[in-house]
């Protein structure tokens, strides 16, 4: 199912975090944003950055709100 809504991945080790918000389905969209950054082709330097030198243990992704669909 669709699920459009309001997103965050935190740098646990550092405390920063990206909020990001999609009208896709958030599942997915955090899911791309992971194959990104494990491919190192994040378009977000600092995150990619941050993703290179803690690894991905380093960060939680989570949904902040759901939004309704379009």
């Known amino acids: 199912?669709?699920?459009?809504?309001?997103?965050?991945?935190?740098?646990?080790?550092?405390?920063?975090?990206y909020i990001g918000s999609t009208r896709r389905s958030v599942r997915s969209r955090l899911m791309e944003h992971n194959n990104f950054l494990s491919q190192n082709k994040h378009g977000n330097v600092h995150l990619q950055r941050a993703w290179n030198k803690y690894g991905p243990d380093a960060f939680f992704f989570e949904l902040l709100e759901k939004c309704p669909a379009i």
């Open 1 to 17: 199912m669709k699920t459009p809504g309001i997103y965050k991945i935190t740098n646990l080790v550092t405390g920063k975090f």
